[in-house]
């Protein structure tokens, strides 16, 4: 067990995917000499060299495109998206080809590349620096969309998201990359925790909460400040938003009878939209109260002096819970 | 004045009087001692989130300011401050927005890295690189189409050269022989990287023009004649229906690209290099060989660290946003209801 950030575990499977895979290649901006900007691909570059690190031109369009050529002969690229705003130059060459071309291949291409996307808020960013752009992704059929939320998760998804023969939608919240854990490097692949499946952070009998990437923390917090209220909430890190974990969403409902989703994004037309929606087809008979959501306001980002007004925060949530309890 | 395929050797800067030339520099040193304040209140926290400075290019926004008229248009980058002061947007409000206060230029709304003053023609900052080059086009054929003789002039940096918004704005301002001035802003960087080992070709800007019939236009950045004079002579081709002109102005950014990044990734002589071709030191120097006081000179610096001053004060003094700006100007209405 070693002590990491969740910045360096990324760095850390990163370096472990290179190693196992010679068909693994990294590009983007900034990302060989300097590291990139939150330093995850630091010393890459050093190591296995200028040919499989790639700093690429300012085009973010050009860089999926090009990783897409690179997989259908064979390799395996890791893009990075410098901040989550940028991913939209790149949205033509997601959606359009990213995410059809195995269909439209009747599976003889395969595109096992991941863009990998610093998201979320809370460090003081503004728009395009701060977004939580994921139900762009997760509506898109074709692409594998997943979140970390600790360093552990961080080491292990990155590498099993190199390895999928899937497009991978690979969201890092940027605002927990210096947060630590014992993470185990040394952990065999098939010990780990399934790749397209949740996990249950938190046990508990009354409230399901529902989170992902930035709000696991969030989520984990009031659910210990509720417990000193006598409530009994379990938290649910849901790490694949496409595919959702269904089976271990509704197990947790359909014990607890309450549900509260977290996410930073907007809620209107948030992932929470959907996930509400099926929970309540799915476990309306055990409902005890109609599944909340807890998100961003449909706003722009706002600039940082508002920035906290603007994320989910304890209050926020709690004041959910409060109201699930109250039906 | 007229237009020059080779300005640099044949600058036509004759017809700047003694008192432009004085306001060229003064406008240079407003810019140098605004970025210097808004990096001392980031060191003393006061700039929460990022911001870009400006300091080594000073002569790009000051020189193509000069050759534009009031009512043109100005398309900026997040390293817009200056550009922003030299069309004629007081400090005070610049500075506040920089320290998210309710006194702001954008009420504490919009940071460093997007600024608007639409009642100056500052159609923008843009953050997304590439972004506004498209769009100022857009405020081209508009003036066209009104036939109001306004020009825009869209800055960017030499990083915006190879998104691909870059070369279809290029294509569509040719096709329709729009009235624009694109700047390309070659400080030799993008953020991090070394333009040139990322870059197909030498110049970014100037060696991509041909591919779109224009001619390579070259400018010494730090030179404010030099540039004021190419860009003059762009400004006065687009007026006069000659369409758009790609200026590439080499320069250097002094400090690193953002907040505390302090540039490291420079070799050293290549730093040093550039900073013997500061702007500001050389021109005061060429204005002094030309005969002008240095006390006037000295005056003009005095009474820019006032003006700083007095915008630092007015800045600090504004208070915080309220929560309640979240929910404003979402809508024409002004308001954000609908869907919270
Ligand atoms: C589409 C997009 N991708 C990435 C970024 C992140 N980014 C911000 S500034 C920058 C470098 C820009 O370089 P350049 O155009 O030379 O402008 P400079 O900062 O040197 O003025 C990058 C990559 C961005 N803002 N927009
Ligand atoms: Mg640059």
Redesign the interface.
């Known amino acids: 067990m070693t002590t990491l950030t969740l910045a360096k575990a990324m760095n850390l499977g990163l370096r472990k995917a290179m190693e196992d895979d010679p068909k693994v290649l990294i590009m983007g901006e900034d990302i060989g000499k300097l590291g990139g900007v939150f330093r995850v691909t630091d010393g890459l570059q050093k190591d296995f060299g200028e040919d499989r690190v790639i700093d690429t031109p300012l085009a973010e369009s050009g860089i999926i495109g090009t990783a897409i050529g690179l997989a259908i002969r064979g390799y395996r690229p890791v893009c990075e998206i410098q901040f989550d705003g940028f991913v939209f130059p790149a949205a033509d060459q997601i959606i359009t080809q990213l995410a059809k071309m195995p269909l439209r291949s009747l599976g003889k291409l395969k595109l096992p590349v991941v863009v990998r996307i610093p998201c979320g808020g809370g460090i003081g960013a503004v728009e395009h620096h701060s977004e939580s752009p994921e139900a762009y992704f997760t509506h898109t059929a074709g692409l594998r969309v997943v979140a970390c939320s600790n360093p552990v998760d961080a080491y292990t998804m990155i590498q099993q998201a190199v390895r999928s023969d899937d497009p991978v939608i690979f969201f890092e919240p940027k605002r927990r990359y210096w947060d630590k854990a014992e993470v185990d490097t040394s952990s065999a692949p098939d010990t780990w925790h399934p790749f397209d499946t949740g996990r249950v952070v938190r046990q508990g009998a009354d409230l399901t909460m529902l989170a992902y990437g930035p709000m696991v923390k969030t989520a984990l917090e009031a659910a210990n400040a509720a417990a000193e209220e006598g409530r009994s909430i379990e938290v649910v890190d849901l790490r694949s938003l496409n595919p959702v974990d269904m089976p271990l969403v509704t197990e947790s409902v359909r014990k607890t009878g309450r549900c509260v989703i977290v996410h930073e994004a907007p809620v209107y037309s948030g992932l929470g939209g959907e996930l509400a929606a099926r929970i309540t087809e799915q476990c309306f008979y055990n409902l005890e109260a109609p599944v909340l959501r807890v998100g961003g306001f449909s706003t722009p980002y706002p600039p940082s002096r508002l920035e906290e007004h603007y994320l989910p925060d304890l209050d926020r949530v709690l004041d959910a819970v409060d109201r699930a309890f109250g039906y | 004045m007229t237009f020059t395929t080779d300005p640099l050797t044949n600058p036509p800067t004759d017809s700047l009087s003694t008192a432009d030339q004085i306001d060229l520099y003064r406008q240079m040193v407003r810019a140098r001692q605004f970025e210097k304040r808004c990096y001392d209140l980031f060191l003393q926290n006061l700039v929460?989130?990022?911001t870009h400075l400006y300091i080594g290019q000073e002569a790009i926004a000051t020189g193509v300011s000069a050759a534009m008229s009031e009512g043109d248009y100005t398309f900026v980058t997040y390293r817009g401050h200056a550009h922003l002061l030299v069309r004629g947007t007081p400090m005070g409000p610049i500075l506040a927005e920089m320290l998210?206060r309710s006194n702001g230029l954008m009420s504490?709304?919009?940071?460093s890295?997007?600024l608007i003053d639409a009642s100056r023609g500052v159609l923008g900052s843009y953050?997304?690189?590439?972004a506004q080059l498209v769009i100022a086009n857009g405020a081209a054929w508009a003036a066209q189409y009104k036939e109001t003789g306004q020009v825009t002039v869209c800055f960017f940096g030499d990083?915006?050269t190879?998104?691909?918004?870059f070369h279809e704005a290029m294509n569509f301002a040719v096709i329709w022989n729009l009235p624009i001035v694109f700047v390309c802003e070659n400080n030799q960087y993008?953020?991090?990287?070394p333009i040139r080992?990322?870059?197909a070709v030498d110049r970014p800007a100037a060696d991509r023009a041909g591919a779109y019939g224009l001619d390579p236009v070259v400018v010494d950045g730090n030179d404010v004649e030099a540039v004021y004079g190419t860009a003059a002579a762009a400004v006065h081709k687009a007026r006069t229906g000659g369409g758009p002109t790609l200026i590439e102005a080499l320069t250097y950014r002094h400090g690193g690209h953002s907040r505390a990044d302090p540039g490291k990734?420079r070799p050293d002589e290549e730093l040093q290099a550039w900073l013997a071709k500061d702007p500001i030191p050389n021109y005061r120097s060429a204005l002094i060989g030309r005969g002008v006081a240095e006390r006037d000179l000295d005056l003009i610096d005095a009474q820019t660290r006032h003006e700083v001053d007095e915008a630092t004060e007015m800045a600090k003094s504004g208070g915080?946003?309220a929560?309640e700006?979240?929910?404003t100007n979402?809508w024409s209405d002004g308001s954000?209801g609908?869907?919270?």
């Open positions: 929460k989130g990022t998210g504490g709304k919009g940071g890295m997007h953050a997304i690189i590439g990083g915006a190879n998104i691909g918004a993008m953020e991090y990287t080992s990322v870059t990734y915080l946003p929560d700006l979240l929910w979402l954000s609908w869907r919270t």
